[in-house]
């Protein structure tokens, strides 16, 4: 299998070069030559297979320079019920007839993206003992994916994760969850600042190419290919649970930001799983909502991004949109720069509501969407309390609610679970009046010992802290 960037460099690349590597050399993202057909006599052969092995089978689709037995004992050895909770993994519950939730949220963090980020601290720790090399992480978080990346790094050989944070700005829990972790190879920098200092640090050492170079800077950002790929396995797995035989459509809603993870429900549709509808679901930050429902895409600025209740959806531009607006144009690397270059760098916008493949978005690919506010999603976590005696967070709430204006007769809807109640508790308590259940792993965890340092929100601060961590 190879890769190609969307912007059309000429370069084509393997799994194993793109795994640790971010944007393509064009700014582009990497995506698949094509996607592998899997007809319905695999799709059958599939069905039954546990977890790891169904991972193991896809991503072996994907991936051609990993030996088979390594790829095998990397998924056997990521998808384990003692780190997901259950043999399922990802198990599915009806809420009522026809509409489920499956649960992506019960990994190390307790959100969904531990799904793709445990796997990819394995295929780290693996390629990078290949190559003989090391790699340094640095990355900006508000919470939920600062957390994934360091328990899925933590005590790996050859890595290290230098994370930043704004410095009081996530939930008790969320810090609590970062700053305890002892291990030496995960270091904590709360930056004296917003998300968006910390987010500009992160661009200002990265673009320094001399640092960069030196201390092998990398990323695990959302854009990341392996992380989309493994995404891919829960769609297959949620629907092989929704349904008996091989022949039936299901839909799918995904609380989305950066639309990695619907992402991976189009990759998972245009393989050839039965999917109808991936229904799109925003908060108050629609930019995505606002594209599928007008055919314009309009970025924000970051004054107009609005800090809700489901935070980890608060995004003024979607990165791994543009994997799908490349399908969506037919795969022509012009027309994409003509959209994602020229109309974005010089409007902020782009604007295809007179284009045929708009249409397309809807007819061919399946894609519908919906947006909530705070209110529909306090009534949410509410109605689903009372009726289904099931607690969900905000960011399914927004699924949920974006899910029932969207259901087809006869059609089973799973929407995704992006997180557990127990980690935005406030909300949940602004609901219902009442703290979320706590696993128990997580009882005290705000008491434990911190490690953390604070930094003000200086490149050159960060720089000098890196590279006084770094032998
Ligand atoms: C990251 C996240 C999302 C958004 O996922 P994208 O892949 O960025 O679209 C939704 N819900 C939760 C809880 C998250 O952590």
Partial sequence: ?????????????????????????????????????????????????????????ILSLYIDDIPAADLKAI?????????????????????????????LSNGPTLAFKDMAMQLLGNLFEYELARRGAELNILGATSGDTGSAAEYAMR????????????????SPFQQAQMFSLQ????????????????????KAVSNDLAFKRKYRIGTVNSINWARL????????????????????????TVPSGNFGNVCAGHVARMMGLPIQTLVVATNENDVLDE??????????????????????????????????????????????????????GLTGSFDLSADPAFKQAAERFGFRSGRSTHADRLAM???????????????????????????????????????????????????????????????????????VVQLPADAEAVKAYIAQHCD
Wanted: hydrophobic share 40%; proline share 6%.
């Fill in 1 to 57: 299998m190879n890769y190609l960037s969307t912007r059309g460099h000429a370069d084509r690349k393997r799994f194993c070069e793109i795994l640790l590597e971010g944007l393509a050399p064009d700014g582009g993202l990497y995506l698949p030559e094509t996607y592998p057909q899997v007809d319905t006599a695999t799709l059958a052969k599939w069905r039954t297979l546990p977890y790891n092995e169904l991972a193991f089978e």
């Fill in 75 to 103: 998924c056997a050895k990521t998808y384990t019920a003692e780190v997901f909770g259950t043999d399922e993994i990802v198990p599915l519950r009806e809420l009522e007839d026809g509409v489920y939730l499956e649960a």
């Fill in 155 to 170: 005590g790996k050989k050859g890595v290290r994760v230098f994370m930043t944070s704004p410095d009081g700005r996530m």
């Fill in 183 to 202: 291990d030496a190879n995960i270091h904590n920098i709360a930056i004296t600042g917003v998300f968006d200092d910390c987010q500009d640090i992160v």
């Fill in 229 to 252: 790929l493994a995404q891919v396995v829960y769609y297959f797995a949620g629907y092989f649970q929704a349904t008996a035989s091989n022949d039936k459509p299901v839909s799918f």
């Fill in 291 to 344: 594209f599928f429902r007008t055919g314009v895409y309009r970025v924000r600025a970051a004054v107009d991004t609005h800090e809700t209740s489901s935070p980890s959806m608060d995004i003024s531009k979607a990165s791994n949109f543009e994997r799908f607006v490349f399908d969506l144009v037919g795969r022509d690397p012009a027309k994409l720069r003509q959209l994602f270059v020229d109309d974005l």
């Fill in 381 to 451: 976590i509410r109605d689903t309390e009372k009726r289904f005696a099931t607690l969900i967070d905000p960011h399914t709430a927004d699924g949920l609610k974006a899910a029932r204006e969207q259901l087809t007769p006869g059609v089973p809807m799973v929407v995704l679970e992006t997180a557990l109640p127990i980690k935005f508790a406030a909300t949940v308590v602004e609901a219902l009046g009442e703290e979320p259940a706590r696993p128990k792993k997580f009882e005290g965890i705000e008491a434990l010992p911190k490690r």
